[in-house]
């Protein structure tokens, strides 16, 4: 946990992080461990001080570069599937403001985070520095094609939609290792695929609205 790093940031109470909370309990999240990081977790920090105030409601917001912080639900959700299956070593597609990069980096070993937008990954290094987060690796690159040089993954999680999952990353993925994704062009479904051998399982969650998965850097 990072609580102790967190004295002091901001000025937002405890008890409005646990409403949020009880909120996604309510909504059927059922992972305490994912429950408590987020409940330490100030969201407020990951944000623009102009939206701070709208933190802990449940609904995605803007980051700029035309992302958004997604919703606490679906960041609960996509974690909750993820640690199901106990990944040690896992790989972010999309770091974007850091929010969710810091959950996986209080829950698993190792994460490795993917961001194409410069000026996102510069201001998620210095959050994460923050709060004492160390066990994150950046790469600023085009996150459809995973990091294969650091693979196998135990876990990937992709925080932006592609059309279909490109073949790059199901190949980075380590034997019995999970991909949850959103996946689609207007009709979204947050999957999971879990790898067999060659072969990979694929489960539909439930139906989701995400910014398309883009190719390219910018700097």
């Known amino acids: 946990m990072v609580a102790a790093e967190l004295q002091g940031i901001g000025m937002t109470s405890r008890r409005t992080r646990m409403r949020l909370i009880q909120r996604l309990r309510e909504s059927g999240i059922r992972d305490e461990q994912v429950l408590g990081v987020m409940g330490d977790l100030p969201r407020h920090i990951f944000l623009d001080e102009a939206l701070a105030h709208r933190a802990y409601e449940d609904t995605s917001l803007p980051i700029g570069h035309g992302q958004t912080l997604s919703q606490p639900y679906i960041v609960a959700k996509m974690t909750e599937t993820l640690m199901a299956h106990q990944p040690r070593k896992v790989l972010e597609l999309g770091t974007g403001s850091g929010y969710q990069t810091a959950i996986l980096a209080q829950l698993v070993a190792e994460v490795y985070s993917v961001e194409r937008i410069k ?7 210095e959050r994460l520095r923050q709060i004492g987060i160390r066990n994150v690796m950046l790469r600023h690159a085009d996150g459809g094609m995973g990091w294969p040089e650091k693979g196998p993954f135990d876990g990937i999680i ?15 993925l380590a034997e ?4 949850v994704a959103p996946v689609g062009d207007e009709a979204q479904m947050l999957v999971e695929i879990t790898r067999h051998g060659d072969k990979f ?19």
């Open 201 to 219: 399982k694929t489960r539909e969650i439930e139906p989701v609205r995400f910014v398309p998965l883009l190719h390219g850097v910018i700097r």
């Open 119 to 125: 000026p996102l990954q510069d201001r998620a290094r």
């Open 176 to 179: 019995g290792g999970v991909l």
């Open 158 to 172: 992709v925080t932006a939609a592609p059309r279909e999952v490109p073949e790059e990353l199901l190949e980075q």
